[in-house]
């Protein structure tokens, strides 16, 4: 990582936090699996109220066409998988769109453009965008790639509150994954993002054909943020033909569960939120991720251009849990 990289974004945190070493990550990783998910859930009523989970909508609002090489991304333009270019959405769809949404008990709005990065007419675009749906009451979220100066402090300045940029998996594993891209530019878009004020919303992506020690790995880089991320989203690969990774080994799901418990006990103020590959997962294993310290999904049937549990199926789901929706009434309830 280069000086001037650390100098805009730290990667390790200040002498007063816990600084989490690869090693000692796996170690978590390797205790005995319901002692885990136990510890988890301590750490998780400590912080939080363990009934409520908060609930994101996730709208593609510019699809396809990414020049990126991401080896799980169906979006990539160098991949045929049959997913159709789409320019960014007009400010109307978007805004019913996040009505809808917000109807249906989502407190935050995510939205999520196919480029490398945005050029100075698109934050145009997209600040108008976000401006509409900050005036619905809603949390808004953005994920638009790698930031140029100043387009972070643009955004800010709109409304937005949160920008999602992954870590999408370890740095000794990251040239395995996507090679258009160094783990040190996330970094330093990461530390634009700080430095304007904005929320983090950082995570990463499992199943990739990594091994325990590189998932670890890449819990340590997001717990070793500083500050860390006030949301981090753990991902399953959703396996799409036409991409690199659509014949990646299968995860088998207690590891799946284990990771979620890790990054909640070295994140404890986090939201951990389960993400990308819930419509495969049966209802017990989601209720072990809700045990290990998720408390928070994507609602909705789709994320970006993949599947979802549709919504009926989550709500049933919660009431069989005995969840609820967090709201600022019941978020901090012991």
């Known amino acids: 990582m280069s000086t001037s990289t650390l100098q805009i974004y730290s990667i390790t945190p200040h002498p007063t936090a816990e600084y989490w070493s690869v090693c000692k990550v796996e170690a978590l990783f390797e205790t005995p699996f319901l002692d885990l998910i136990y510890r988890a859930a301590q750490v998780h009523r400590k912080n939080f109220n363990p009934r409520a989970i908060q609930l994101s909508t996730l709208m593609s609002i510019k699809t396809g066409g990414c020049p990126e090489d991401c080896g799980y991304c169906p979006q990539s333009a160098r991949y045929h998988t049959g997913v159709q270019n789409q320019e960014l959405l007009n400010v109307e769809d978007i805004v019913a769109k996040a009505k809808i949404a917000k109807a249906r008990g989502a407190g935050r709005f995510c939205m999520g453009a196919a480029w490398r990065g945005p050029k100075p007419k698109d934050i145009a675009k997209v600040t108008e965008i976000i401006k509409a749906v900050k005036a619905l009451g809603m949390e808004t979220c953005g994920t638009f790639g790698l930031l140029q100066d100043g387009m972070a402090e643009e955004l800010k300045d709109a409304g937005l509150d949160y920008y999602n940029h992954n870590?999408?998996?370890?740095?000794?594993?990251?040239?395995?994954?996507?090679?258009?891209?160094?783990?040190?530019?996330?970094?330093?878009?990461?530390?634009?993002?700080?430095?304007?004020?904005?929320?983090?919303?950082?995570?990463?992506?499992?199943?990739?054909?990594?091994?325990?020690?590189?998932?670890?790995?890449?819990?340590?880089?997001?717990?070793?943020?500083?500050?860390?991320?006030?949301?981090?989203?753990?991902?399953?690969?959703?396996?799409?033909?036409?991409?690199?990774?659509?014949?990646?080994?299968?995860?088998?799901?207690?590891?799946?569960v284990r990771t979620i418990a890790v990054a909640r006990i070295t994140m404890p103020n986090s939201y951990v939120r389960l993400s990308a590959g819930r419509q495969g997962m049966s209802e017990e294993m989601q209720a072990m991720c809700f045990m290990a310290g998720a408390n928070s999904i994507f609602y909705g049937d789709k994320l970006l251009v993949t599947g979802n549990p549709e919504e009926d199926g989550d709500r049933l789901l919660m009431e069989k849990l005995d969840l609820e929706p967090e709201t600022e009434e019941n978020k901090h309830l012991r």
């Open 167 to 256: 870590l999408d998996t370890a740095p000794e594993h990251y040239s395995e994954v996507i090679g258009t891209r160094r783990f040190d530019d996330r970094i330093s878009t990461l530390g634009k993002v700080r430095k304007a004020g904005l929320k983090v919303c950082c995570g990463g992506i499992v199943g990739m054909n990594e091994t325990r020690k590189e998932r670890a790995g890449l819990i340590a880089s997001l717990a070793n943020l500083d500050p860390q991320p006030e949301s981090v989203p753990i991902n399953q690969l959703v396996k799409i033909e036409g991409t690199p990774l659509a014949d990646a080994e299968e995860l088998d799901w207690t590891e799946f």
